[in-house]
Each structure stands twice: as structure tokens, then as C-alpha cells.
């Protein structure tokens, strides 16, 4: 039988390696019906540090006399990657711990 500290090393290699796996995952959002695209990148280290890759904006969306409505969809592109990025995160952590929540972890 595995003594606990056994069990708490594999528990730190799995979490560690499902890290590496989202670090080299992206996830997108888009507003606007796709004139805006916002890729999130770097989801690894915790949706709070991932990083935004790249943002797309369609000539379409840009009206210089409309800003704000450009403002509006690059910030509802982005707040949608960082939702996704947070969703895969904590489904990743959820299949790994069945569920169980861990404090400290996403």
C-alpha cells in the first residue's frame, strides 16, 4: 500500500503535468459575430495569469465616429477567452480530483 506521501508526489506530478498541457492550450472568444476575435494563451499557470495571445478586429467593426461600440466588443471578446480559459482550467482540475475541490488550485 502507498504511504501518503507516495500518494501527494503523484498528485503533484499529475497537477503538474496537466499544467504543461494548458499551458500549450488556447482558447477564444469573439463579440460582434466574429468581428472581433480574442485569443488566450498561457492558460497553465492559472487563468489569472493567462495571457492574452492576440486580438483580431475586422475593418468592418471600425467606425471612427463609434469607438465606444469598438471598446464594447474588444472587451466582451476578451472577458469570453478568459471565461473559456477559466472553464477548461477548472474542468481539467475537476476530472483530476473528481470533483473535490482543492484550495490553492485555480
Do not use: Y
Request: glycine share 10%; net charge negative; no cysteine.
Amino acid at each position: 500500500m502507498m504511504n501518503q506521501a507516495e500518494l501527494m508526489r503523484q498528485m503533484q506530478a499529475r497537477i503538474q503535468k496537466m499544467q504543461q498541457d494548458l499551458a500549450e492550450q488556447t482558447v477564444e472568444g469573439t463579440a460582434g459575430g466574429g468581428v472581433v476575435t480574442v485569443v488566450v494563451s498561457d492558460i497553465g499557470m492559472g487563468p489569472a495569469q493567462a495571457k492574452i495571445q492576440s486580438i483580431k478586429i475586422d475593418r468592418e467593426a471600425v467606425d471612427p465616429e463609434d469607438v465606444e461600440t469598438l471598446e464594447d466588443l474588444v472587451l466582451a471578446a476578451t472577458n469570453e477567452a478568459l471565461a473559456k480559459a477559466q472553464a477548461l482550467a477548472g474542468s481539467k482540475m475537476s476530472a483530476m480530483t473528481g470533483g473535490m475541490r482543492i484550495p490553492g488550485l485555480f
